[in-house]
């Protein structure tokens, strides 16, 4: 079992920047961020397979949104700047020990462990 805790959301308005957190209790072959904004499904928005590194985003927050990890805090972030309205959802951290799955890792199903979520609010 993998528990894992997000923090950092709040609420900014256009333009500014927040930085999420999520603490995990086990090392994970793939660490995710999602979101969900009400009356929507829940969408992929970065991941990164922490042994190498390797990190994708959806086109939407590229360039925009950074993942990160400290391994040694077990520790995962999102750095999210320049942050639209649109951005304003319920943010969840995701965690996988899989090595391998044939779903693609920025859908939902791929992963295993979920947080609670931290809501993040972008006014205009």
């Known amino acids: 079992q993998v528990q894992l805790v997000e923090s950092g959301g709040g609420s900014v308005q256009a333009g500014g920047s927040l930085r999420l957190s999520c603490a995990v209790s086990?090392?994970?072959?793939?660490m995710g961020w999602f979101r969900q904004a009400p009356g929507k499904e829940r969408q992929g928005v970065a991941v990164?397979?922490?042994?190498?590194?390797?990190?994708r985003y959806r086109d939407s927050v590229k360039g925009r949104f950074t993942i990160s990890q400290d391994s040694a805090k077990n520790t995962v972030y999102l750095q999210m700047n320049s942050l639209k309205p649109e951005d304003t959802a319920m943010y969840y951290c995701?965690?996988?020990?899989?090595?391998?799955?044939?779903?693609?890792?920025?859908?939902?199903?791929?992963?295993?462990?979920w947080g609670q979520g931290t809501q993040a609010t972008v006014s205009s």
């Open positions: 995701a965690a996988d020990r899989r090595a391998y799955s044939t779903v693609d890792a920025l859908d939902p199903r791929r992963f295993t462990y």
């Open positions: 086990k090392w994970s072959y793939l």
């Open positions: 990164m397979y922490t042994g190498s590194g390797s990190t």
